[in-house]
Every structure is written in structure tokens, then in C-alpha cells.
């Protein structure tokens, strides 16, 4: 989670709102506290020939094999830094999941209002039992349209409250969702994840890139894209990476992918069937590296028939988000 805001809902005219508050200054105690902790933790982590400190990482992995198969952690390695990882366990998840559809609905979003309510409408049907949904929609606040709930029949209603309005402050929603889903790992559900239908732009936020990125991995959540045109046309925007590319970071850096905006139904598909059968836990503990910097992270499949994908990176412990 960004420590530079935390997310809230609140009620404001009958509607919810995932609203973004700083830190106040009672809570800078407590993170001067877990500063020194990590520091500890990272000094014991470097001592030679010691395991004092070290802690298992669970990563998500969408692993696709050939038809009718599971993946092993037998058919791939693990590396973090560059060093090779052992695998201590793999193993798919079919529990059901939590979702957050985060649609952007800025008045110059070049999508139509008709074609953005079928593609939520394509996203939403394929709910599956056991899963979960939260609609959020965005301009320079962060909407809830239909909380969290397993019921279908809500959630249906949720495109036709679609109104396009303003300017988008992607960051800050991406945060403010970010917040709200690492809530449910505390109810033990770990396949958490944003379907985002956005062009990638972000007008005003206050959330950095960077920041809004460091949330999603830090909350183990995974981002997919219906991406819609770039109503920028490949400008340069100061401060932020351009729309398409942002999508290419926030994808790549958690595990996720992205899909034209005209194949939604098809990617609607494809992502259920991800949170269905291709979900799996990875754990391992890092070892021959420092935990403390930022690191990449690859799998390497040992054949050309199995695809695999987690996030890009665990972020830097030390972060300071002002």
C-alpha cells in the first residue's frame, strides 16, 4: 500500500466515495517504528551464512500450460535480482476472487457511452460463483457504483448509472482501489484484481506514477486493461509516462495484461478464465540477494507451450512518498 495516502469511504449526496487523505501526524510514530524494524530486518537479511530475518514472499503467477494440464514448479525457475530462487511451493488457487471494475468516465474519453456500458456489461457477466465485485468510476474522484458484492443481478444495474463527467485522476483512484482491495487479504482471499478500462491518461492527480504502481505491488493486486484510444495522440505530458505506456507499466509491473478496447467481449473471456483456472501461489524465500532495494523479478518457462507472468518487480523497502 502507498504510504503517501490512505483510502476512505465515505457517503456524500447518497453515493459512496473512495475518498484519498494524507497522513496525519500521530501516524508518524509508528512509521518511524517500522522504518527501524525494516532496517533490522534488512541487517540480519545481509549477515553471511544466516537465515535470521528472512521471510517467504508469495507471489500471484497466471500460468498457462498445454490443454488439460497444471503447471508444476518443475517447469520453470524463479529469478529475483538475477539470482536463481528455490520454489518452495506452487500451487493453483480456485477459490473465488475480489474485483474491482475501475472505468474511467471522463467526459473526452474517446469511447462511447453505449460501447463503454457493453463492455462493462461483458466484464460483468462473466462473474463466477464465489467471486466478488466492486464498480468504480472515475474522473477527479473516485465513484463507487455498486460496493463489493457477490450479487449478479446488482451489478448488472451498475453500466446504466454511468455518467461522463469531467477529467480523469487515474493515480489517485488506482490508490485509492489499491487501499480498499488489500483490505480483503485480511479476510484470507488472495486473488485480488483490477480490470481497468482506460486509455492510461491522467489529468490532475496528486498521486505520482511511481506511487500508484508501488501500491498495486505492494498489495499483490493485478491489473488488466481494456485500453481505449489515446485521446492525447501520443503527446508528451510532463511529470508521467505517456497514456499508452502507463498501461504497459501498470500491466507488466503486476502480472496482468492488456486488450483493445474493440475486443472487450474476447478479453472478458480471457481475463475470467485467468481468475478461474490459471491463477496460482508462489512462495519462496529470497535468497542471495538484498531485500532491501528494488528487484526484478522473471520466470523462465522450459517450454515454449507454458506461459507465465507475475509482477515485474518487488518495490524498495525505503520509500519516501513527499
Given at each position: 500500500m502507498c504510504n503517501s495516502v490512505v483510502a476512505i469511504k465515505f457517503t456524500q449526496n447518497d453515493r459512496s466515495v473512495l475518498a484519498l487523505i494524507p497522513p496525519v501526524a500521530l501516524r508518524l510514530a509508528p512509521a518511524i517504528v517500522a522504518l527501524a524494524l525494516v532496517v533490522i530486518s534488512g541487517f540480519a537479511q545481509s549477515g553471511k551464512g544466516t537465515s535470521a530475518g528472512r521471510r517467504s514472499v508469495t507471489l500471484n503467477v497466471i500460468a498457462r500450460g498445454p490443454e488439460g494440464r497444471q503447471v508444476t514448479k518443475e517447469d520453470f525457475d524463479l529469478y529475483d535480482s538475477g539470482t536463481p530462487q528455490e520454489i518452495e511451493s506452487f500451487s493453483r488457487l480456485d477459490s473465488g476472487s475480489r474485483l474491482v471494475l475501475l472505468v474511467d468516465n471522463s467526459a473526452n474519453l474517446k469511447a462511447e457511452?453505449?460501447?463503454?456500458?457493453?463492455?462493462?456489461?461483458?466484464?460483468?457477466?462473466?462473474?463466477?460463483?464465489?467471486?466478488?465485485?466492486?464498480?468504480?468510476?472515475?474522473?477527479?474522484?473516485?465513484?463507487?457504483?455498486?460496493?463489493?458484492?457477490?450479487?449478479?443481478?446488482?451489478?448488472?444495474?451498475?453500466?446504466?448509472?454511468?455518467?461522463?463527467?469531467?477529467?480523469?485522476?487515474l493515480f489517485d483512484a488506482l490508490v485509492a482501489v489499491a487501499d480498499s482491495l488489500s483490505g480483503q487479504a485480511n479476510t484470507g482471499v488472495e486473488k485480488r484484481a483490477?480490470?481497468?478500462?482506460?486509455?492510461?491518461?491522467?489529468?490532475?492527480?496528486?498521486?505520482?506514477?511511481?506511487?500508484?504502481?508501488?501500491?498495486?505491488?505492494?498489495?499483490?493486486?493485478?491489473?488488466?486493461?481494456?485500453?481505449?484510444?489515446?485521446r492525447t495522440r501520443g503527446a508528451l505530458l510532463r511529470d508521467k509516462p505517456k497514456p499508452p505506456a502507463a498501461l504497459e507499466h501498470l500491466t507488466v509491473g503486476t502480472g496482468g495484461a492488456i486488450y483493445p478496447f474493440e475486443k472487450f467481449a474476447e478479453a472478458a473471456k480471457i481475463i475470467a478464465d485467468d481468475l478461474r483456472k490459471n491463477w496460482y501461489r508462489l512462495v519462496y524465500t529470497p535468497s542471495g540477494i538484498s531485500t532491501l532495494n528494488m528487484r526484478r523479478l522473471l520466470l523462465m518457462a522450459h517450454s515454449k507451450d507454458i506461459e507465465l507472468r507475475t509482477k515485474g518487480s518487488h518495490p524498495s523497502k525505503y520509500h519516501n512518498p513527499y
Amino acid at each position: 500500500m502507498c504510504n503517501s495516502v490512505v483510502a476512505i469511504k465515505f457517503t456524500q449526496n447518497d453515493r459512496s466515495v473512495l475518498a484519498l487523505i494524507p497522513p496525519v501526524a500521530l501516524r508518524l510514530a509508528p512509521a518511524i517504528v517500522a522504518l527501524a524494524l525494516v532496517v533490522i530486518s534488512g541487517f540480519a537479511q545481509s549477515g553471511k551464512g544466516t537465515s535470521a530475518g528472512r521471510r517467504s514472499v508469495t507471489l500471484n503467477v497466471i500460468a498457462r500450460g498445454p490443454e488439460g494440464r497444471q503447471v508444476t514448479k518443475e517447469d520453470f525457475d524463479l529469478y529475483d535480482s538475477g539470482t536463481p530462487q528455490e520454489i518452495e511451493s506452487f500451487s493453483r488457487l480456485d477459490s473465488g476472487s475480489r474485483l474491482v471494475l475501475l472505468v474511467d468516465n471522463s467526459a473526452n474519453l474517446k469511447a462511447e457511452g453505449s460501447a463503454l456500458q457493453k463492455a462493462m456489461e461483458a466484464i460483468i457477466n462473466e462473474l463466477y460463483q464465489d467471486d466478488q465485485m466492486m464498480v468504480v468510476c472515475y474522473n477527479e474522484s473516485a465513484e463507487i457504483i455498486e460496493d463489493m458484492t457477490p450479487d449478479l443481478a446488482k451489478l448488472q444495474t451498475a453500466p446504466a448509472k454511468l455518467t461522463r463527467k469531467g477529467f480523469p485522476s487515474l493515480f489517485d483512484a488506482l490508490v485509492a482501489v489499491a487501499d480498499s482491495l488489500s483490505g480483503q487479504a485480511n479476510t484470507g482471499v488472495e486473488k485480488r484484481a483490477i480490470v481497468l478500462i482506460s486509455d492510461g491518461y491522467d489529468s490532475e492527480s496528486k498521486t505520482k506514477f511511481d506511487d500508484a504502481l508501488r501500491s498495486l505491488q505492494e498489495g499483490n493486486i493485478v491489473l488488466y486493461a481494456i485500453q481505449t484510444p489515446d485521446r492525447t495522440r501520443g503527446a508528451l505530458l510532463r511529470d508521467k509516462p505517456k497514456p499508452p505506456a502507463a498501461l504497459e507499466h501498470l500491466t507488466v509491473g503486476t502480472g496482468g495484461a492488456i486488450y483493445p478496447f474493440e475486443k472487450f467481449a474476447e478479453a472478458a473471456k480471457i481475463i475470467a478464465d485467468d481468475l478461474r483456472k490459471n491463477w496460482y501461489r508462489l512462495v519462496y524465500t529470497p535468497s542471495g540477494i538484498s531485500t532491501l532495494n528494488m528487484r526484478r523479478l522473471l520466470l523462465m518457462a522450459h517450454s515454449k507451450d507454458i506461459e507465465l507472468r507475475t509482477k515485474g518487480s518487488h518495490p524498495s523497502k525505503y520509500h519516501n512518498p513527499y
